[in-house]
């Protein structure tokens, strides 16, 4: 029996892209070659530490983990598009990583980050242990899951603050929820 890969649900503003050089809106000029620099978008877009921490959390579950897209970017960016500026920004393994169902609704529940997520699970979650990176912008209502132990994300979040980004603080906890094996509702 194969073993469930897990999946990460991956904000990307505030997370991994700290808006200090670049930001989005580079990217979509960039990948659309329409950007005068487009190679130093990608090389500057990604903040490096947050790339590193990132790349923790990847190389302790052995390479073996899904990401989804819970990012605005998903609106803006098909599949093929954001593998580019993730493979030409120091993130190839998370286009490589991405889950076929690549990022979460975008229509029916748009701007409510744990609504988003909630209807990408309903949909697609096969049992996988998952974990979700978001920061306090964005992600205020996953604030809940951080501390009240019937959420259904309890003890799956992680909320990075804004303007700093993901941690090295951060890659045990990810770690931690990307192992931990998911319990059905109805044994709860």
Same mark, same amino acid.
């Given at each position: ?41 990608? *090389?500057? &877009? ?5 790339? $590193? +921490?990132?790349? /923790?959390? !990847?190389? #302790?579950?052995?390479?073996?983990? *899904?990401? &989804? ?5 998903? $609106? +803006?960016?098909? /599949?093929? !598009?954001? #593998? ?5 920004g120091r993130l ?16 029916s529940y748009r ?78």
């Amino acid at each position: 029996m194969n073993t469930p890969i897990p999946i990460l649900f991956l904000d990307i503003d505030d997370v991994v892209c700290l808006n200090e050089k670049y930001g989005g809106y580079d990217v979509i000029e960039a990948v659309h070659d329409r950007h005068a620099d487009a190679k130093s978008v990608f *090389r500057d &877009v990604f903040n490096p530490r947050a790339c $590193e +921490a990132l790349r /923790r959390v !990847h190389d #302790a579950m052995d390479g073996r983990l *899904r990401y &989804v897209i819970s990012s605005t970017w998903r $609106e +803006a960016f098909g /599949r093929e !598009h954001i #593998a580019r500026a993730f493979h030409e920004g120091r993130l190839g393994f998370v286009a490589d990583g991405l889950h076929d169902v690549w990022c979460t609704p975008t229509a029916s529940y748009r701007g409510i980050r744990v609504d988003d997520i909630a209807k990408w699970l309903d949909e697609w979650h096969a049992g996988e242990p998952f974990a979700i990176v978001d920061d306090t912008f964005s992600g205020p209502s996953l604030k809940p899951a951080l501390t009240t132990a019937a959420h259904p994300f309890f003890g799956r979040v992680v909320l990075c603050q804004e303007n700093v980004g993901l941690l090295s603080e951060h890659v045990e906890p990810l770690v931690e929820a990307l192992k931990r094996p998911v319990i059905p509702v109805a044994s709860r």
